[in-house]
């Protein structure tokens, strides 16, 4: 099993940037692909994007170009980049672990507990 933990959301105005980190504990992070997942108010979990145990990345459309995705398997812990962040970006955002690539949230057997994130216009 593998425990997550997301950190760095907050309220930032449209634009911006934030970083987010998921920290990872228990089995090894590197055997792990993780995916990024977010859901506003009243909308249905959504993803965000994914990176593979090999550092292979993949994206929403939506996000293609603004977010960034990216590990530290020393660190045992993934990135979420968030740059030019739009009102709509707003939502709680999650990591999630597995051992391949995925882009669905039943795909997906562990999960942190979120992170808010606030874009204001």
């Known amino acids: 099993q593998v425990q997550l933990v997301e950190s760095g959301g907050g309220l930032v105005q449209a634009g911006g940037s934030l970083r987010l980190s998921c920290a990872a504990s228990?089995?090894?992070?590197?055997?792990?692909?993780m995916g990024w997942f977010r859901q506003a108010p009243g909308k249905e979990r959504e993803f965000v994007g994914a990176?593979?145990?090999?550092?292979?990345?993949y994206y929403a459309n939506s996000v293609k170009g603004r977010f960034t995705i990216s590990r530290d398997n020393a660190k045992n812990t993934g990135y979420l980049q968030l740059n030019n962040l739009k009102v709509e970006d707003t939502a709680v955002y999650y990591c999630?672990?597995?051992?391949?690539?995925?882009?669905?949230?039943?795909?997906?057997?562990?999960w942190g507990q979120g992170t808010q994130v606030t874009v204001s216009s």
């Open positions: 999630a672990a597995r051992g391949g690539v995925a882009s669905t949230t039943n795909d997906y057997s562990y």
């Open positions: 228990g089995r090894t992070f590197s055997t792990y692909a």
């Open positions: 990176i593979s145990r090999s550092g292979i990345t």
